[in-house]
């Protein structure tokens, strides 16, 4: 079955770095787009960044445009959310999620950012 298992969410002070991973299986990775979503407490879910099968081609949401670098490492079916100048504003929990049939998420992996 679709496993999608994220981890390296952690308290971070504003303007430090997380690196966040997404391991994948029980599909065929590479061929399929893959995301990172956030929900912060209260909020809908939002897209963060989106990287295609090829790692060719990443589009980001504006408030993260510049700070956060997204990639994937088709040998290890693993998906990276580099976060970078992080803000208060990026606490929330961060969701992977593939493009592979209906769709499917991962657990989540909470990013809390304070002093």
């Known amino acids: 079955q679709v496993q999608l298992v994220e981890s390296g969410g952690d308290l971070a002070q504003p303007g430090g770095s997380l690196r966040l991973s997404c391991a994948a299986s029980?599909?065929?990775?590479?061929?399929?787009?893959m995301a990172w979503y956030r929900q912060a407490p209260g909020k809908q879910r939002e897209l963060v960044a989106v990287?295609?099968?090829?790692?060719?081609?990443?589009r980001y949401t504006d408030s993260v445009q510049g700070r956060f670098t997204i990639s994937r490492d088709n040998d290890k079916n693993t998906v990276y959310l580099q976060m970078d100048s992080l803000k208060p504003e990026d606490t929330a929990v961060y969701y992977c999620?593939?493009?592979?049939?209906?769709?499917?998420w991962g657990q989540g992996t909470q990013v809390t950012v304070s002093s």
């Open positions: 999620y593939t493009e592979y049939g209906v769709g499917y």
């Open positions: 029980g599909f065929s990775f590479s061929w399929y787009g």
């Open positions: 990287v295609d099968r090829l790692n060719g081609s990443a």
